[in-house]
């Protein structure tokens, strides 16, 4: 799994992050909130294991901030502050489980491949359902059909992942780089235009015919599917 870990403690978090590489995890470590809250709008990930009590922002603004932008990327909370008040409410926040400190790695562990189960049949339930809604657009993906407000779409095979990619994260920041890698197969090519190009394309067939646009445009930062 590719793991974010949040975790100021200048000891413990390289711990952590060292045993969950030699369980064969990509960790990414963070010792400041608003540096993890970042990297999470920008990249995907499996899990996140968050502190309470960083430098920058908490982990639970970071929390807050991400299921406020609909990110439903698994969480787990790694703090010392385990009174039943902070424990709820890190689950109200958004939180899928609490570990407080001190703690044995192994139950670390066995709580973090847990989550990851658990992610993996949510998405293969996801994966179950061949057709994708948002608002009045639909996206098939055994017949290769699209449709809004009933009319037919007629899409190229990389407009059709591209508007499949975005339909499955709705709500959420997509970075220029994040369609060159998922979409395209592509390493980071500041040169390349494809994705603009194909943009324009696909804002061109699935929008402007249209009232409401779906796909906007967050400048220097990068798309969002969605109303």
């Given amino acids: 799994m590719r793991i974010l870990l949040l975790e100021d403690d200048n000891q413990l978090g390289p711990w952590i992050a060292g045993g969950l590489r030699e369980e064969g995890h990509v960790v990414d470590h963070f010792d400041d ?25 908490d982990g639970l603004a970071v929390l807050k901030s991400l299921r406020a932008s609909k990110d439903t990327t698994p969480a787990l909370f790694l703090t010392a502050l385990g009174e039943v008040d902070a424990r709820v409410e890190g689950f109200e926040a958004g939180g899928d489980d609490y570990l407080t400190k001190p703690f044995a790695f192994v139950e670390l562990s066995a709580r ?13 339930g996801e994966a ?3 057709i ?9 993906l055994l017949t290769r059909r699209c449709e809004r407000q009933g009319q037919p779409i007629e899409l190229m095979a990389k407009e059709f992942k591209l508007l499949e ?10 970075t220029r780089t994040m369609l060159l890698e998922q979409v395209w197969d592509m390493s980071f090519d500041p040169t390349t235009s494809v994705v603009e190009t194909h943009i324009s394309r696909l804002r061109a067939k699935i929008d402007k015919p249209f009232e409401g646009a779906l796909l906007r445009t967050r400048r220097g930062e990068g798309y969002v599917f969605g109303q």
């Fill in 112 to 124: 973090v491949n847990a989550l990851g189960r658990r992610r993996e049949t949510s998405e293969s």
């Fill in 33 to 57: 909130g608003k540096d993890a809250l970042i990297a999470a709008m920008g990249q995907d990930y499996d899990l996140l294991i968050l502190d309470r009590m960083v430098p920058g922002l």
């Fill in 132 to 140: 994708l809604r948002y608002a009045d657009l639909s996206l098939d």
């Fill in 128 to 130: 179950a359902s061949t």
């Fill in 165 to 174: 990619y975005f339909m499955r994260r709705p709500g959420r920041l997509v």
